[in-house]
């Protein structure tokens, strides 16, 4: 069975880095692309981008283009989501994803990750 | 691009029959047959329900349907119930490896 589990909730201060990840067990993690999915709160889902761990192939939604950046390490069959400068507009839920092309579907989700930044 | 266009809320009492629709353009939801819902509990990652505008994966029960006409899709939940309560969005593929969300509606059984 598919489970992607996601890191714990992280408070950070403006200006910080942070590095989220989503772990695969149970499929082939290179065969399937993850997507990221933010819900900022009490607001509505936004998709932010999709990566192929096989070979990296990695596509941002325009709003999120240059913002974050989408990574992935097959050997640990965990795919991240990173941000080199947070601000306290990134504070939101994030959510990983598997997404299958043929469908544009996600089809099994992780828990989510809850970002809070604060000065 | 804009989110697509969800009522913000819909209601029902148990065994109605409640539609959330979901607006967009030629661009996404009348331009390909790639819709798909999904349902929200509060705390709670987001469940698939439909695919395809109106293909329901194993295990969601068929008082769920999805249906589309020109730029608008639908979701129709017969027979509510009280576990049906939750947010559902739809999303639409608008091409180029893009995805929109709608912006959610809150439904709730009365």
């Known amino acids: 069975e598919v489970q992607l589990v996601q890191s714990g909730a992280e408070v950070k201060k403006p200006g910080e880095s942070l590095k989220i990840s989503c772990k695969d067990s149970g499929y082939s993690f290179t065969t399937y692309w993850i997507a990221w999915v933010r819900q900022m709160p009490g607001k509505g889902l936004e998709w932010m981008g999709i990566i192929y761990p096989g070979d990296s192939d990695t596509r941002y939604s325009p709003s999120f283009q240059g913002q974050v950046t989408i990574s992935a390490d097959k050997s640990v069959s965990t795919a991240y989501l990173q941000w080199s400068s947070l601000k306290a507009s990134d504070t939101a839920v994030y959510f990983c994803a598997r997404y299958i092309t043929t469908t544009a579907t996600f089809d099994y989700w992780g828990q989510g990750t809850l970002v809070t930044v604060s000065s | 691009q804009s989110a697509l266009t969800q009522p913000p809320s819909a209601s029902g009492s148990p065994g109605q029959s409640v539609t959330i629709s979901c607006t967009g353009t030629s661009s996404d939801v009348g331009g390909y047959n790639y819709v798909s819902w999904y349902q929200q509990h509060p705390g709670k990652a987001p469940k698939f329900m439909i695919y395809?505008?109106?293909k329901r994966p194993s295990g969601v029960p068929d008082r769920f349907s999805g249906s589309k006409s020109g730029n608008t899709a639908s979701l129709t939940v017969s027979g509510l119930q009280a576990e049906d309560e939750a947010d559902y969005y739809c999303?639409?593929?608008?091409?180029?490896?893009?995805?929109?969300f709608g912006g959610g509606t809150k439904l709730t059984v009365l």
């Open positions: 395809e505008v109106s």
């Open positions: 999303t639409s593929y608008a091409g180029s490896n893009n995805l929109l």
